[in-house]
């Protein structure tokens, strides 16, 4: 037997799917990563899941619609943590950081060999670099998420800003690229 907060929802879903496609489409329409549907559904999940816990609903839509803002922000604050590597002003700082002594480092050839580089790491100095560099994630902030010391967290960025550094020059003296 279904509870009535139940039938409320399946009513307010059925009902206002669309319109809260679109209001969810309108909040996150700065990047494609992230999809409407997907943050509906979730919602809808948790919403049912709990439906039968939580006290009776009376305002069904405001209900929804501050869930579905909750979770919005939710996703913004999580899409930071991704493993794309697409941010040109970031790779050009990380360039800048790897190849202090070269004067011309803005080329898009740099940034090309970069990308490559750092696609090539292991996971874990790949993830360090990403969170670090391009994220803008603190040690604590990603030892508090990952339960990794500060310590090994430093370490293994130390590490990997090191391996990046020389597959960086492997891949210009393969290619004799000219940074200009």
Known sequence: ME??????LKEFFGREYTSLKMY???KISDTANRDAEDIIQD?????????????????????V???????????????KK?????????????VE?????????TSDQMIVVLKKCIEQLKPAYKDIIIAVDFEGYS???????TGISIGTLMSRRHRAIGIL????????????????
Do not use: C, W
């Not at 809808?44 to 209900?63: Q, T, Y």
């Not at 040690?139 to 998420?145: D, F, K, T, V, W």
């Open 139 to 145: 040690y604590r902030e990603i030892s508090a998420e």
């Open 43 to 63: 919602v809808a999940l948790k919403l049912f899941s709990g439906a039968d816990r939580s006290a009776p609903i009376n305002n069904v839509a405001g209900f």
């Open 165 to 180: 550094y020389k597959k960086i020059e492997i891949e210009i003296n393969k290619h004799k690229i000219i940074i200009s």
């Open 82 to 94: 991704s493993n794309s590597v697409d941010i040109d002003k970031d790779l050009l700082n990380l």
């Open 97 to 105: 950081v790897l190849n202090q002594s070269e004067s011309s480092y």
């Open 3 to 8: 509870s009535e907060n139940t039938k409320k």
């Open 65 to 79: 619609y501050k869930s579905i803002r909750n979770k919005i922000i939710d996703v913004m604050r999580t899409t």
């Open 24 to 26: 969810v489409s309108t």
